[in-house]
């Protein structure tokens, strides 16, 4: 049962699992087995039905928080479309989005870049319009994407003051973030009070952001949590041994043991899914069912990575 939950100060509810749909709304990504996951197909049209296939999956299981960004290849077109299509009336979910980057892929698996990074005050300002034309008064949240204390974004009184006139008109504001130095970014973020919301990367490899990610929920921001299953590396194709093991005694797939961690820590609000099919989804949305103990959170203890190390191997998965 997914269970409802307020997203920190805002009057937004999300539930105990989300779907992001970074993996459905481009050709290329960097998730382990895409191959076999996604097939050669990857043609616009069947990248669209793909995605309203798990839209439509996570619907049913009751999943009301969706995420998307401007850089998702046709995310943002795909989740309007969708939510347009089945007459799903604005509110009834909780929508969001990020900006700061954009998607130069062209659609294209061989692509030199698929996307650009650019956290301008001028970006802010294109990219809503964009995001607001597709989803419009479905749009719930608006977020930086992948900030960084080392971008200046968070000193930078045009984008702080553009985001609190948003806020003011009733879209709530978060960042998502990045990198071994996320906890800095986290707090620097909350000491700017200008943030309703912190999306970031907690999972059994990369746990450094979780002391600042408590400090913020505690400050009243809502928390969510991406790359639970770190980009495939805690599935069932590459899992480290440790969770293998414990998700084959428990019954349960490897990637809802370790989304199951995730939701064990007490100040995550949701969770992202980032399934690419319908068979992923139903395996992350097990995740709920995960008992948590102190027996299994000292025996996964040792898969922790070194945050640099950590980094430094997602930055070399190719996108496939």
């Known amino acids: 049962m997914l269970a409802e939950r307020p997203l920190g100060r805002t009057r937004l509810v999300v539930t105990s699992v989300g779907f992001g749909l970074a993996a459905v709304g481009r050709p290329a990504y960097i998730t382990l087995g895409r191959d076999e996951d996604l097939g050669d197909d990857r043609s616009v049209a069947a990248m669209r039905a793909r995605s309203w296939a798990v839209l439509d999956a996570a619907w049913a299981a009751g999943v009301r928080y969706f995420d998307a960004a401007r850089s998702y290849g046709r995310a943002e077109e795909f989740l309007a479309g969708w939510l347009h299509d089945r007459g799903i009336a604005p509110g ?147 899992a480290p041994a440790p969770l293998a093991a414990a998700a084959r005694e428990r019954g349960v797939p490897a990637d809802a043991l370790a989304l199951g961690a995730v939701l064990a820590r007490p100040w995550v609000t949701t969770v992202l899914s980032g399934a690419a099919s319908t068979a992923q989804l139903r395996d992350n949305l097990e995740a709920v069912t995960v008992p948590w103990d102190d027996g299994l959170e000292e025996r996964l203890d040792s898969m922790a990575e070194d945050p640099d190390l950590y980094w430094a191997t997602r930055g070399s998965l190719a996108w496939a």
Do not use: C
């Not at 504001?173 to 990367?201: K, M, W, Y």
């Not at 746990?207 to 400090?215: I, K, Q, T, V």
């Open 92 to 238: 009834a979910a909780t929508i969001g989005s990020k900006w700061g980057y954009e998607y130069v892929g062209g659609w294209r698996m061989d692509a030199e870049r698929h996307e650009v990074k650019d956290l301008s005050a001028e970006q802010l300002h294109r990219q809503l319009d964009e995001t607001l034309g597709l989803l419009g008064p479905h749009l719930s949240l608006y977020q930086i994407h992948s900030a960084t204390v080392e971008s200046g974004v968070l000193d930078d009184d045009d984008v702080l003051g553009a985001l609190s006139a948003l806020r003011a008109e009733g879209v709530a504001v978060g960042l998502s973030t990045t990198g071994p130095r996320q906890a800095d970014t986290i707090d620097l973020a909350v000491d700017t009070e200008v943030f309703d919301t912190v999306q970031s990367t907690w999972n059994l490899l990369e746990r450094s952001a979780g002391p600042a990610l408590a400090r913020a929920h505690a400050a009243g921001l809502g928390v969510i949590v991406k790359e639970g299953v770190a980009n495939g590396r805690l599935t069932a194709r590459t």
